[in-house]
């Protein structure tokens, strides 16, 4: 067993883990915030998506071990229920979602995904890469494909992204 | 996966000792392919030496006006560098146009070099691969292997090596710095990194055991229009069919480099004295093999190409 300390959503947790522990299974099975999803569990599906030091990174492809000191939050650390961050009311707002499954996913990756445009990091569809990048509907999907919505929600959920981004009312 | 202790190094040379010590340890940095793998046990690792905390996260100019990215650059860092935005635009568009804003995130320079083929069969542990389990032949080959190679194959392997940024990095004569346990130091061309399968194709590349990658380097810039044209079968986060990294001068001469057709970024420097997309691609591609499901590429090769040499045109 390893000892990991890791900071979610502003507190401390120490935890005795196995090596094998992922970050998404430290998560879910020993902190038990249930938020985050397990999807595909390979990095395809997008479902297990949090914040680590304020980037986006898939939670089932790192081990717990690897992030001790780290700062992460989860979706239940981006707002609570009466306190809703901007992205979650937005995607209640537009019915981005139908089962819910890839949406704690899906707004994590969202958060991130603004943040690394208003950071200037370009994209596959930036035109100029070398320019000021915008959050165009483009620019949007394309940074969101790592997310996968099997309900198909897609449309509305760039509808969540677009109001947030103040490209859209 | 199977169980492994872990240790996190304190320096390179730590690493690198910890590497030379151990047989069946790995490094892990982004750990985005490793873990896949170890979770579908086709990696089966002792030992885990984390290099995450090793200050090899830098990119600084170089005493020529090229540049030194630092092994553990992640992939977004790298392609949002405004010198690599600037100078290096077709390395930018490569690592752009691979895997996902999250995946990039982790991902590092060397791992991404490092990363294993995504050949079905090799990912499929019911069936032989001889990358994976040597000398139990190989199952792609008369198999379903639309996305595989068609040079520098061999009869025991036709696995692709799936990296985008390699054929960036190819298109710009790049070169990779290695450090060994007892401190000796080599710099390998990027042509001669990766491997062609051989009868070996359990070995994808040429480091040696024990041998870390520190930093990969850019010469200086040589100009021109940059860009990275990667076809495949959905708009984003796809691996490629084929891709075209181009450099190409104002007078239409051009530099370039292809993914998605051989088992290392394929570059064939005598076929860019040629001028038309179809003397270019014939004299790139000459002996393909292709088979059934690939017979494509070679004809997508050349009409991507085109396409590159109109775009940089305009």
Redesign the interface.
Known sequence: M?SVELSINGRTHRLQL???T?LLDALREHVHLTGTKKGC???QC?AC?VMVND????SC???A??H?GDSITTIEGLGRPGQLHPMQAAFVKHDGFQCGYCTPGQIC?AV??LQ?IK??????V?VD??AIQKATPDEI???????ICRCGAYSNILDAIEEVAGVKA | ?K????E?AQSTADAAAALARNPGAKL?AG??NL??LM?LQIETPTH?I?I?RLQLDQIEDTADGGLRIGALVRN?DL??H?RV??DY?VL??AL??G?????R??ATTAGNLLQRTRCPYFYDTTLPCNKRNPGTGCSAIGGIDRNLAIMATSEHCIATHPSDMAVGMRVLDATVETVRADGAKRTIPIADFHRAPGNTPHIDNALAQGEIITAVTLPAPVGGKHLYRKVRDR???AFALISVAAIVQPDGRGRFAYGGVAPKPWRVEAAERQTDAKAIAEATLAGARTSEHNAFKPLLVQRTLASVLQEAKG
């Open positions: 390893n196995d090596p094998r992922t569990d390979h990095g997008g998506t980037r986006r990174i898939n492809l790192t081990l071990v690897m001790d990756s991130g995904t690394e950071a200037g990091i370009p994209s596959h930036s890469i070398t999907r394309e940074r969101m494909s790592g997310n | 996966m169980a492994f202790t872990y996190k892990i750990g985005t873990l896949d979770k885990l984390d995450n977004t392609a949002a405004p935005r600037q635009g930018s568009r752009l146009s895997a996902s804003g999250q995946l995130n982790k708009a984003s986060y």
